[in-house]
């Protein structure tokens, strides 16, 4: 078990709130709690940037289903991009993934890649839980193909499921040193998220970063 103290730990993680009736002050909570907290970015809803903070500003598309076409999120994304987001966490559609439609996968990624450009960090999510060991490695392979910064594990709303060990250790082994891993979704404890870490893990999506922090029970995504 990576056994990090408070600091370390918090700067690994993206201090997140995507609920739908999150408000603009819902919002700006966050923002203060995550420069108190000392957490590494923020993740929000699109249609909450821009924000102010100290801190980085991470964001999503074709969230939470990930049913929505290539030029979609490209749109999406090039939005968020030009509203300050410095990362943004794409959703895969997963029942691409499922049918083992690899190229399309990368060809999607690639529409999102091609708009937010480096040095925005681009992130996919794989909904590892929805998906076979053969899958989950066939779609980080095809997010490295396309450019992408990270791979990770889950939006935290479909019903398969949140991040687990096994997920992230197969999906670090499949990217190496060369991409990020980020665990999301069900990460509830700070033994969970320690975990996680241990397993391969650079960065933690984490809605209750101030109880795992503290070292009780979070709640949500």
Same mark, same amino acid.
């Given at each position: 078990?990576?056994?990090?103290?408070?600091?370390?730990?918090?700067?690994?993680?993206?201090?997140?709130?995507? =609920?739908?009736?999150?408000?603009?002050?819902?919002?700006?909570?966050?923002?203060?709690?995550?420069?108190?907290?000392?957490?590494? /970015?923020?993740?929000? /809803?699109?249609?909450?940037?821009?924000?102010?903070?100290?801190?980085?500003?991470?964001?999503?598309?074709?969230?939470?289903?990930?049913?929505?076409?290539?030029?979609? =999120?490209?749109?999406?994304?090039?939005? /968020?991009?030009?509203?300050?987001?410095?990362?943004?966490?794409?959703?895969?559609?997963?029942?691409?993934?499922?049918?083992?439609?690899?190229?399309?996968?990368?060809?999607?990624?690639?529409?999102?890649?091609?708009?937010?450009? /480096?040095?925005?960090?681009?992130?996919?999510?794989?909904?590892?839980?929805?998906?076979?060991?053969?899958?989950?490695?066939?779609?980080?392979?095809?997010?490295?193909?396309?450019?992408?910064?990270?791979?990770?594990?889950?939006?935290?709303?479909?019903?398969?499921?949140?991040?687990?060990?096994?997920?992230?250790?197969?999906?670090?082994?499949?990217?190496?040193?060369?991409?990020?891993?980020?665990?999301?979704?069900?990460?509830?404890?700070?033994?969970?998220?320690?975990?996680?870490?241990?397993?391969?893990?650079?960065?933690?999506?984490?809605?209750?970063?101030?109880?795992?922090?503290?070292?009780?029970?979070?709640?949500?995504?």
């Amino acid at each position: 078990m990576t056994t990090l103290d408070r600091d370390q730990l918090a700067t690994l993680i993206d201090h997140t709130l995507l =609920k739908p009736e999150a408000t603009a002050e819902d919002v700006t909570a966050l923002l203060r709690e995550a420069e108190e907290l000392g957490t590494y /970015s923020v993740c929000v /809803s699109p249609s909450m940037l821009p924000v102010e903070t100290t801190v980085k500003v991470a964001t999503v598309c074709g969230f939470p289903s990930g049913q929505h076409s290539a030029e979609v =999120k490209a749109f999406e994304a090039r939005e /968020s991009v030009a509203k300050g987001a410095d990362e943004v966490d794409m959703v895969l559609n997963v029942g691409l993934a499922r049918a083992g439609e690899y190229d399309a996968i990368e060809h999607e990624i690639r529409a999102v890649r091609d708009v937010a450009k /480096s040095p925005v960090v681009l992130k996919v999510i794989i909904e590892s839980a929805a998906l076979t060991d053969e899958q989950i490695v066939a779609v980080c392979e095809a997010a490295e193909r396309a450019g992408a910064d990270f791979v990770k594990t889950s939006t935290g709303f479909h019903p398969a499921g949140g991040a687990s060990e096994h997920a992230v250790a197969l999906m670090r082994r499949t990217v190496g040193d060369r991409l990020g891993v980020k665990a999301s979704g069900g990460i509830r404890t700070r033994e969970a998220a320690e975990a996680m870490v241990a397993a391969g893990a650079s960065r933690l999506g984490l809605s209750s970063s101030k109880a795992i922090l503290d070292g009780g029970t979070g709640t949500g995504y």
